[in-house]
């Protein structure tokens, strides 16, 4: 079955750049209605959707993150990765990737499939 | 951005209780509602979109209900492997966002 695995650095200094890459395998990142995300969550703000990317290349970011973030695709790696510039504390947090699956025949839209998380703090 | 408010916070019951956790949206969603259960220090699992579907093998015990702002997630007779954090979220409109968590905890 699907597995998504996050790798990269679990410790960044304050205003550098995270980068985090998800590796998926027992699937595609090219199928259709599949988008492939972050989500994020710190004690402070519980959890929050960062953005996602589809296999055409078109993303969806949040706008409280919109002006910091970047999601690109991989697809013959299968991979997707984050980068987020100008770190501060608040973006420490444990850092998941997730597949939104889409059907609107059947009312689906969720994060059906996580990666195990990737702690990340942001401190010198 | 669409607030979700959980209900309550925390909740103490026992094995074989029956337990509903309400979820609340800032405006209205629709049927565009999933329920997840998250344990220490893995992932969310999802358990419930569309308010009421089931996914794919999670226990017939868990129920959702609701549309427009108000749902509920239902356990309708609590088994060990149950006490963990639940969280609601909206994909009606984006950004998405979660409500704050209910833990679920053994009296």
């Known amino acids: 079955q699907v597995q998504l695995q996050e790798s990269g650095p679990g410790l960044v200094k304050p205003s550098e750049t995270l980068s985090l890459t998800c590796t998926v395998s027992?699937?595609?990142?090219?199928?259709?209605?599949?988008?492939w995300s972050w989500i994020r969550q710190s004690p402070g703000k519980g959890l929050e959707y960062i953005g996602y990317?589809?296999?055409?290349?078109?993303?969806n970011y949040n706008p409280s993150l919109k002006s910091r973030l970047t999601i690109s695709l991989d697809t013959s790696k299968n991979q997707f990765s984050l980068k987020l510039n100008s770190l501060t504390a608040a973006d420490t947090a444990v850092y998941f990737c997730?597949?939104?699956?889409?059907?609107?025949?059947?009312?689906?839209?969720?994060?059906?499939?996580w990666g195990p998380g990737k702690m990340v703090t942001v401190s010198s | 951005d669409i607030q979700m408010t959980q209900s309550p916070s925390s909740v103490s019951a026992s094995v074989g209780d029956r337990v509903t956790i309400t979820c609340r949206a800032s405006?209205?969603?629709?049927?565009?509602l999933a329920w997840y259960q998250q344990k220490s220090g893995k992932a969310p699992k999802v358990l419930i979109y569309?308010?009421?579907r089931l996914q794919t093998g999670v226990p017939s015990r868990f129920s959702g209900s609701g549309s427009g702002t108000d749902f509920t997630l239902t356990i309708s007779s609590l088994q060990p492997e149950d006490f963990a954090t639940y969280y609601c979220?909206?994909?009606?409109?984006?950004?998405?966002?979660f409500g704050q968590g209910t833990k679920l905890e053994i009296k």
């Open positions: 997730a597949r939104r699956s889409v059907s609107v025949s059947e009312d689906r839209d969720c994060f059906d499939i």
């Open positions: 027992g699937g595609s990142t090219s199928n259709y209605y599949q988008y």
């Open positions: 990317i589809y296999y055409t290349g078109s993303t």
């Open positions: 405006q209205g969603v629709s049927s565009w």
């Open positions: 569309g308010a009421s």
């Open positions: 979220q909206q994909a009606n409109s984006f950004p998405y966002t």
